[in-house]
């Protein structure tokens, strides 16, 4: 009913920019969460960022605080995660998560639908 999609990964330089975006295939509500997490190669998947759809309440990995800003569009029932200052560590796939009644952001298990994810990779 809410499925995530995401878009917008791709091949970018070190130093470089990239917006991810993730649009549920339903509309969500005010209860909801969106978040970003992400899982390089023989890695576990961790979370990156989060956003709740009412309010300004956003949350960020520490790895990631200051370059990547996580947003969302209400009317386009979108969320995006603008990454910026990219590098090598940041290479991984991302997946949007969306989740009801999400406490502790930063958990895999608070969210119960996933995308099928984008790739990121940051040469260099």
């Known amino acids: 009913q809410v499925q995530p999609v995401e878009s917008g990964g791709g091949l970018v330089q070190a130093g470089g920019s990239l917006r991810l975006s993730c649009a549920p295939s339903a509309r969500t509500s005010s209860l909801y969460t969106m978040a970003w997490f992400r899982q390089a190669p023989g890695k576990e998947r961790v979370f990156v960022a989060a956003?709740?759809?009412?309010?300004?309440?956003?949350y960020y990995a520490d790895s990631v605080k200051g370059r990547f800003t996580i947003s969302r569009d209400n009317a386009k029932n979108t969320v995006y995660l603008q990454m910026n200052s990219l590098n090598a560590e940041d290479t991984a796939v991302y997946y949007c998560a969306v989740g009801r009644g999400v406490f502790i952001p930063r958990i895999e298990d608070q969210y119960e639908y996933w995308g099928q994810g984008t790739q990121v990779t940051v040469s260099s």
């Open positions: 956003i709740r759809w009412t309010g300004d309440n956003t």
